[in-house]
């Protein structure tokens, strides 16, 4: 391979900052930047979590660093900044990670204010917090990378009654399309990566230990034919906080097997893929 091709997907010599990194997604996240060359600090709540995932990293021979935090709280999320600055002088790459979800409806029945809340609180406002973090220190450098972590169900709806959660992921896409704007002309770049449904999250092992049917389901929605891997992740990530992606900014790259694509996909019926197109249509 040429070397200048390499070199565009380099992230040696940078620092990246990973909320939410102590399982799933996070996990993949980090290990895809450590393995491109950056160093990487993780932050959750969970320290013996994020000390696993850090220690991942130095594995194979990379530098981390893990600093557990409530990030919906101000003062502790403003306190993760200061210290990978005062550790390693700058941050080149920010993922907005952490995020949760649940089946709590909009309906009246179907929960309660306090727990849609909880849900926007990190998984929008945080983000927003973590934008705006960044971006502070990002300026005083001289540029840098956010990459935010939204979702299909940004875009599209679902069966599985989790208003509270479309709404917060829509508001990340959003967010991310202004704030390029709005950074354009600053040397940082902003764009998300939106995942369909995948394997080996924390939350959706619960959800298909509890409902087997739902990761059938999912599978049948997916055009590709099963679910997204964790490793799935790592190319996108490495290319969005690259150079080679240096001229993409307000951009949402749908890491989903195709489901957006399909606008709502269901496997054919067996009809359909076993009898000719023009016998069906006679």
Known sequence: MDPRLMELFSLE???????????????????????????????????????????????????????????????????????????FGRLDIMVNNAGYTDRSGLRHDQGS????????????LATINGCRLAGKQMLAQGGGVIVNVSSILGRVGSEFRAASYHAAKGGVDALTRVLALEYAREGIRVNAIAPSYFDGTELMDKVFEATPATREHSISRTPMGRLGQPEDLEGAIVYLASDAARFVTGHILYVDGGWTAGGGYHQLPPMWESTPGHQILQ
């Open 13 to 87: 010599g940078r620092v990246a900052l990973v909320t939410g990194a102590s399982s799933g997604l996070g996990v993949a996240f980090t290990r895809g930047l450590a393995r491109a060359g950056a160093t990487v600090v993780v932050t959750a709540r969970r320290q013996e979590l994020i000390d696993q995932t850090a220690d991942m990293v130095r594995s194979f021979g990379g530098k981390a660093l893990a600093i557990s935090a409530d990030i919906t709280d101000e003062a502790q999320f403003e306190s993760v900044f200061e210290r990978t600055v005062a550790e």
């Open 113 to 124: 204010l306090k727990r849609m809340r909880s849900i926007v609180e990190l998984d929008l």
